[in-house]
Structure formats: C-alpha cells, structure tokens
DNA sequence: TATAATATACCCACTACTACGGATTTTCTC
DNA sequence: GAGAAAATCCGTAGTAGTGGGTATATTATA
C-alpha cells in the first residue's frame, strides 16, 4: 500500500512514518507539510492512501480533500486530526473521507484504520464515532450559519466594527447587527468571547 | 539514558517513542498524557530526562516543568511545543531548561537536541534562536502582563463582565476596568477581539 | 407557483465598555 | 527608608453593542 503523509508538524510525520514502516505491507512514498506540496505529488504518482492533517498552512485539510477527490478518485483519504468540534468533523466526513481519526488517538487506532481502509471499509475512532451519535442524539437545531453571516463573522473577528462592515459589504448597519443577532443566536453565544472561541473551534478564523 | 515523554495526543507520543527506539543509548522508560500522571511517575522513579509539551490537559508544561524543577532537580528537560511565540518561549526559557524545540522541527533536531542535553549543553532549536534574538533587536516595550493582569485577562476569555470579575475578585469595578485599559495598552490591542487573539496566541487561555 | 430561507432594513430602550482624565495604597527592591 | 512597580479606586461623557421587536425584498427549492 502506497501512503502518503501531510501534517505540518515534521516531528508528527516522522513519528509517523517511523511506526508505519514497521508494518512490511505499508510503504511511505512521500509526505508533505503543506497541502500544495501534497497536491503536486498525487498529481505525478500513483497514491494509494493519503493520510493528512486538517490544520495546514494555507490551504486546510478540507479543501485538500477535495481536490484529491477530483485529481485522483482512487486515492483513499484518512484525515487525521486534533479537531473533535461536531460541525467540522461532519463538514469532513461530508466528503467522503474513507477514515477519521483523532491525534488523542493510538498508533493502533491508526493501523486498524489503515487495515479497515484497505480492505474497502470505512473507520471512524471512537470518540468521533460518539461525536456522531451524540449529534444524531441531540440535533442542535442548525447552528450552522449562512454563507453571509460566515462572511460578516469573520469581520468581526477582523477586529471590524459594525460601522466597518457595513461600508464594506455596502449595506446597511442595521443589516449587520441583525446578521449579528442571527449568528449570536445560532451559535448559542452571547458574548463576542464565546462567539471568537466558536470561530476558533470551527477553525471559521 | 531515562526518558519520559509527556504529550496528550496519543499518536505523537507513539510516534516519537518509535524514533527515540532505535537509538540503542536512549530508552523511554514510561510516557503520560498528562502533567499529573507525569508528576506521579517522576517521584517515583529516577528519570534523566524529561520531554515534554506545552499543551495539556489542566495543568500545563510549563507548571510542570516547575513541579519537576523542585521534585526531581537532576531531571533535565526539552519542550517540546508548537507555540513560536516569543513570550511564551521567552516565559518557559526563564525557568531554566535544558531544550526547547518545535513540532515543526524534525526528528532529527530532537535527537541533536537529546545529545547535546546529554552533554550537558543547552540546545535551542534554529527557530527557536530566532526568535529570540529577534526579541533582543526589536524588544516591544513590555508586552509583559503582570500576575493580575493575566488574571483578569483570563477571567474576560471566559466572558465574565467587568461587573462579574469585580464581584469575583472583590475588587471595584474601576479598578477593573484599569487593569483592562493597560492590559489593551500592553498587547498593543484595542478590541475585545483582537484580546482574545492574543490570549490565544499566548495560551493564556 | 407556493413556500421557505435568506438578506435586507428599521426602531427603541438599555447596558457595557471606551476614552479621557486623575489619585492613593500596597508591595517589592535597592 | 527611598523609589519604582503594581494594584487599587473614582468621575464624566460618549460610543458601540445588546435585546426586544417588526417588516419587506430576493432567492432557492419543492
């Protein structure tokens, strides 16, 4: 099995490649740290199974993923993640990933992910497995925002004001703190703290 | 040579301990994912050296490596963090240890890094280095918060108002909007945003 | 085409924080 | 014990944002 490795963390991926080379029928072919260095590999070679991180520079893990997809449909993708907040990793798995494991994670879950993927199937850890059903459990009647509310939330992380934002995407400031108030709302926040940690949790910033 | 490694994420933990078996002189003689389990094991046991991240769970490394510093003075230590920020490498420098490297350094440097902490050197990664050199060229005028300072910063990341943190710390509410005026003064912010940036960027919070 | 979702806009009362200013007490350090 | 740093406290005016509404145009979608 051909791997490829994307985490932006040197010490990750050599850790990594470190324990699958333990493994006689995995082969690492190469790794990255950035997912435009990745892009330019699977483009030119034959991969087989791309493990990648979500937090990259520049390009993310999804927008990765995505691309991959498209470029080489036959590639299996592991996303391997330090991310457990619900809405991203539901954004991730809405691609089609083959397995999501967490960085809390064992190497064994990693190698038991690899085994399932090979063999055609899909692995989810366990926690992200618990993720899921808790959602499934208790639908947060949709916290997901709008696009343009995605946009206004990432100018009031911008450190703009709703004056600012207003000239900006030329309307009125009256839209702004109603757009304000939908997302407050939506994202269950009521302070511009937990609404910038929210931001943070859904990597949105 | 006795090495204990402590990370919360799983999968870098095996990683690194992969790496460091196949040096024939080093063996890791246990591993923890927190600061506290680390601490039991350290009382317990004779280990040469300690390596560590930065962020954990609770108690963080740099609490640690105070702990160790009393409990267990011939312990030598090696961050090992992600965080490039000058004042918080500056902050856990201070405490005396005998590495600091990064994730994004490879497994290569945490070996030079090992070997020269046998050797009883000091060994700062290449960025690391940087950093503080840089730090000396342009010093920012004190960007350093006080004790209390950091406390409020920390208590207004938890989106406690001006009139709860004054309750809480039974202190008035000017004074607590003072420590506010000069806490925005010293980041060099001026919006709630661009605090809890820096309170990130920092892991204050 | 009907319906829902989204984006737009407004009003009013209220609160929290900002931006100036200045001042005193406590604690640490030489 | 002098001096510096830190922590405490206050006033007043102004601004930005909150929370409660309501309402209409536009765009998807079934």
Redesign the pocket.
């Known amino acids: 099995m051909k791997i490829f490795l994307v985490d932006d963390h040197a010490i990750l991926l050599d850790g990594i490649k470190s324990i699958l080379e333990k493994e006689p029928t995995l082969k690492v072919i190469g790794e990255a740290n950035t997912a435009e260095v990745a892009l330019e590999f699977i483009k030119q070679h034959e991969v087989d199974l791309l493990i990648t991180d979500f937090n990259l520079p520049e390009m993310d893990g999804l927008a990765l993923v995505r691309l991959v997809k498209k470029i080489s449909p036959i590639t299996k993708i592991i996303m391997l993640s330090m991310h457990d907040e619900v809405h991203l990793v539901k954004e991730i798995l809405k691609e089609g990933i083959n397995g999501y494991i967490l960085k809390n994670d064992s190497h064994k879950e990693l190698l038991s992910a690899i085994a399932a993927v090979d063999a055609g199937k899909i692995y989810l850890s366990n926690d992200i497995n618990k993720i899921i059903i808790n959602s499934l459990q208790f639908p947060d009647e ?1 916290r ?1 925002l ?4 995605r946009e206004i939330l990432k100018l009031i992380a911008k450190e703009f ?3 600012d934002i ?1 000239d900006q ?1 030329f ?5 702004v ?6 997302i ?1 709302r939506k994202t269950k926040t ?3 703290v937990g609404l910038i940690k929210f931001a943070y949790a859904n990597n949105l910033i």
Do not use: V
Not at 146 to 149: A, C, F, G, I, L
Not at 171 to 175: A, D
Not at 177 to 182: L, M, S, V
């Open positions: 949709e997901m709008t696009d343009r509310e004001s709703n004056r207003a995407l309307i009125s400031e009256r839209t703190e109603t757009h304000r108030k939908n407050f009521n302070s511009l």
